[in-house]
């Protein structure tokens, strides 16, 4: 599954260096997925983009962004169970187009 970051954010943007996969962005910023920019996920605090969120498997044994955190805002997302398979295949998707 992927990490969330809950509304307990203060922004500090601690966890956006820690994501090997760039997949944290701060509130309002526009991502790039590929060679697409879409439209900030968050107006409001640090978001996590789904699509980019391996859990950090493939680089590390565990997510880094969740020790950063000073608020303990990033949870794991119940929405979006994943199994190491999946977000290794993730991973490898994000290896080919671009973090």
Not at 49 to 71: A, M, N, R, Y
Not at 73 to 92: G, N
């Amino acid at each position: 599954m992927s990490v969330v970051i809950t509304d307990e954010c203060i922004s500090c943007n601690a966890c956006e260096a820690e994501c090997p996969n760039n997949a944290i962005y701060g509130a309002g910023v526009s991502y790039i997925y590929g060679t697409e920019e879409k439209a900030a996920l968050n107006e409001e605090h640090t978001y996590i983009v789904p699509d980019k969120c391996t859990e950090c498997v493939g680089f590390h044994d565990e997510p880094q962004c969740i020790p950063s955190c000073p608020t303990e805002a990033i949870i794991a997302d119940p929405e979006r169970v994943e199994t190491k398979e999946q977000l290794m295949a993730k991973k490898e998707t994000l290896d080919k187009v671009g973090r």
